[in-house]
């Protein structure tokens, strides 16, 4: 119940593709729901979030889908470019739980020029 | 600058020799939480904290030890190291648990036991 499915584990894309990670969940209460983006000997920083009462959320060229009755969100990277080459992990947690940020394990993405 | 910061940030050390990785927050940030990431299983929590004083264990708990004297601190001790605790650590910080919020994690302290 507190786990968090992602997929896939690693993903090559050519410049100007794009990319999509996908992660599904099994938790009801679950009700925020984040993208880490991390660089090579960096932490993980927030990249994008979304809350259930809304089923997409745009930042530039990246955009989370989420499908409530699925269970199921998205990250779309569009436009993919070299820079974007990082491992991506969603992530999701409940008000009230927030110490409980449960993580997907990880998509390497990497970006061809 | 805000930021998590962590010492040291490599590190060799053997089996059974204890040790301490500094964890500190310049954002007055409540909670603060320490992680281990592994290859195939993604960013485990080890130990939490909602405020000073208050610690709760994570997914992944045995074999480490935290304390939280004060808001900005939160050092993760490892009294008796084992081979298997080898991994790259980090913490994390956020302002208040009231409504899901954002973790700021530090840079990672890597560590191998011999």
């Known amino acids: 119940q507190q786990q968090v499915k992602q997929s896939p584990q690693s993903l090559i894309v050519q410049k100007g593709g794009i990319s999509i990670i996908n992660c599904a969940y099994e938790?009801?209460?679950?009700?925020?729901f984040p993208w880490y983006q991390q660089f090579p000997g960096k932490g993980p920083a927030l990249l994008i979030a979304?809350?259930?009462?809304?089923s997409e959320k745009k930042e530039g060229r990246f955009t989370i889908s989420f499908n409530k009755s699925a269970k199921q969100f998205s990250l779309h990277i569009m436009d993919s470019q070299p820079g974007d080459s990082a491992t991506y992990f969603c992530?999701?947690?409940?008000?009230?739980?927030?110490?409980?940020?449960?993580f997907g394990k990880g998509t390497k993405l990497t970006v061809n020029p | 600058e805000a930021q998590v910061t962590q010492n040291p940030r490599y590190l060799i050390t053997v089996t059974g020799k204890k040790l301490t990785v500094t964890c500190s927050q310049n954002?007055?940030?409540?909670?603060m939480s320490w992680y281990r990431q592994d290859p195939g299983l993604g960013l485990r929590q080890i130990y939490y904290s909602m405020n000073v004083e208050v610690t709760d264990k994570g997914d992944v708990p045995e074999g480490y030890k935290v304390s939280r004297k004060e808001k900005r601190n939160f050092p993760l001790i490892l009294e008796s190291p084992s081979p298997n605790q080898t991994s790259l650590y980090f913490c994390?910080?956020?302002?208040?648990?009231?409504?899901?919020?954002?973790?700021?994690f530090g840079p990672g302290t890597r560590l191998l036991v011999l």
């Open positions: 994390a910080s956020a302002r208040g648990l009231d409504v899901p919020e954002t973790q700021y």
């Open positions: 992530a999701a947690t409940w008000q009230g739980g927030s110490e409980k940020l449960v």
């Open positions: 954002m007055n940030h409540e909670y």
């Open positions: 979304i809350r259930p009462d809304v």
């Open positions: 938790n009801t209460a679950f009700d925020y």
